[in-house]
């Protein structure tokens, strides 16, 4: 029988923390791997009874949309770039201190504050930097209006968040979860093989997602900046309005603050590249969190730009969703207008390019060099190929954890990340398509 060790050794891991999440006999805990600058699964072999459940409930060695999209939907979605779907939003939380201190209109906080206060949910796993370890991520049970403030704004670094999926399944209560593709596909299979979790987890709140970045390229841009990762107080990667700004809050008081994107001396210059990506990340099919109730991201597009002030694209995907937002417009909470499903995929054309249209690029060579990919079903090929991409892709990859490129990046001008992201551009098909 396969167990999660296969998925480990495998290179397929996504270190959402599901399995030891679901680990009726908590043998399975997540450590952080430093010399990956990950998170991936311990398992203690005396406590493991090798029941399965951690194989089963893994969304890292299997997406399988088809019947994710049943259990979910009752149905196979007609949009296959955006799955299943009622409408499709833009909009914005109407506390300017939410939605200045939000990485974009502060729709989720908003959400999760108006659910809390009206016994919608009794709590919301959402996810903050640890205090002792401030460049690690603390996933917990948010249950006052505190906790979820404090967990406000992205976390550019693994997260293992549905770790806590064991306090859920043991506690009373309803609980919304916040989380990313590969949290939300973990926590819908969970829902499958856990009978009552379906029942507790009364909303998923997606975001949506290109990739994620490594610990390791946190330390790369710290060292990159002349500061000793020990040094670091506290780190914020988004911070005051929008698009905002890392923050970087030393011991001994000193603040650094570095812009986000909009210039050449930008810090996502790096991490826009897919340097410092995680492998199993780059063969993720699911760019709009497609298996959420509600999903939401930025909206990069100009006629939504405000200084300072961030919008919000939001796909509803169930009629929970829907209602929670009428009643949240109704009491003034926040403010949002129809756009439409083209409108989405405009302003998150580059993903959406990158992990639907470029992955057959992706899969192919990872075949090609030996290793093992996730079964995804149904999988879209593109005709035109996707290989130049691909072959990027990967040289970032590999280049971001190789010690010896990796000493000379670090004298790498950011703004020449920034033209390396150019060829990335230069191989994306820039179209907007409803269908595929």
């Known amino acids: 029988m396969k167990t999660i060790s296969y998925v480990v050794k495998n290179n397929l891991c996504t270190g959402c923390g599901t399995c ?12 952080n791997n430093a010399k990956f600058g990950l998170y991936s699964p311990e398992i203690n072999e005396d406590e493991c009874t090798h029941c399965g459940l951690c194989f089963r409930c893994c969304p890292g060695v299997a997406v399988d949309m088809k019947k994710l999209n049943s259990f979910v939907f ?3 979605p007609k949009n296959n770039l955006l799955g299943n779907f009622l409408y499709s939003y833009v909009g914005h939380s109407n506390d300017n201190f939410i ?8 729709l989720i906080t908003q959400l999760l504050l108006f659910a809390l206060e009206n016994g919608v949910i009794d709590g919301a796993l959402v996810v903050r930097m640890k205090k002792d370890s401030p460049l690690e991520p603390e996933p917990f049970i948010a249950r006052t209006k505190e906790e979820i403030l404090s967990a406000s704004q992205s976390k550019y670094c693994p997260v293992p968040l549905n770790v806590a999926l064991c306090e859920i399944i ?6 919304a979860v916040v989380g990313l593709p590969c949290h939300i596909h973990g926590i819908r299979l969970a829902e499958l093989a856990i009978n009552g979790l379906k029942e507790k987890i009364v909303f998923h709140i997606g975001l949506l997602c290109s990739h994620t970045v490594s610990f390791s390229g946190t330390v790369f841009l710290l060292r990159k900046f002349g500061i ?10 988004r911070d005051k309005g929008w698009p ?10 000193k603040k650094l603050r570095k812009e986000f994107v909009r210039s050449w001396n930008a810090y996502w210059n790096v ?11 780059i063969l993720c099919p699911d760019q709009s969190n497609e298996f959420s109730d509600i999903s939401l991201g930025d909206a990069w597009l100009p006629e939504f730009k405000q200084p300072n002030l961030g919008e919000s694209v939001i ?12 009643k949240l417009n109704s009491v003034g909470s926040l403010s949002f207008k129809s756009i439409s499903p083209n409108k989405v995929l405009e302003s998150q054309n580059f993903s959406i390019d990158f992990k639907k249209k470029k992955i057959s690029g992706r899969f192919y060579l990872s075949r090609l060099f030996g290793m093992k990919v996730p079964y995804v079903n149904p999988f879209f090929f593109r005709k035109r190929s996707t290989l130049f991409n691909a072959f990027l892709t990967y040289f970032s990859v590999w280049s971001s954890s190789n010690k010896f490129l990796l000493y000379f990046m670090q004298y790498i001008p950011l703004s020449l990340f920034r033209i390396y992201f150019g060829l990335f551009k230069i191989s994306s098909l820039r179209t907007i398509e409803g269908e595929y």
């Open 244 to 253: 905002g700004s890392m923050l970087i809050e030393l011991k001994n008081g």
């Open 315 to 326: 796909i509803t995907r169930s009629k929970e969703s829907e209602i929670l937002l009428d």
């Open 99 to 106: 939605r200045l201190n939000s990485s974009s209109g502060g």
């Open 20 to 31: 030891a999440g679901v680990c009726p006999t908590d043998a399975i805990y997540m450590k």
């Open 74 to 76: 009752n149905e196979q």
């Open 271 to 281: 991490f826009s590249c897919f340097f410092f990506t995680p492998h199993r990340c």
């Open 170 to 175: 043991k506690q009373k209560g309803k609980i």
């Open 228 to 237: 000793d990762p020990v040094d670091v107080k506290s780190i914020k990667y």
